[in-house]
């Protein structure tokens, strides 16, 4: 899965909030996060929660799922 930041200097911290939830991220790119795919719809539904924190904690950085 990959997630698409709109402005690049989220990019790090978004690996950094997925990481210390026990996430696996890898900064593939100024914009992209990637993650292990996802085997179930649990894993994106976690995922998703995931970053429906990370808009209240950075109402600014606007993510996209680019699965």
């Not at 100024?30 to 904690?57: F, G, N």
Request: proline share 9%; net charge negative; glycine share 2%.
């Amino acid at each position: 899965m990959q997630l698409v930041v709109r402005d690049p200097a989220y990019t790090s911290r978004l690996a950094s909030f997925l990481e210390s939830l026990g996430q696996s991220p890898v900064v593939s790119g100024p914009a992209h996060v990637d993650l292990e795919p996802l085997s179930t719809p649990t894993d994106r539904a976690e995922i998703e929660v995931y970053l429906r924190v990370w808009k209240v904690l950075y109402p600014d950085a606007e993510v996209e799922l680019a699965c």
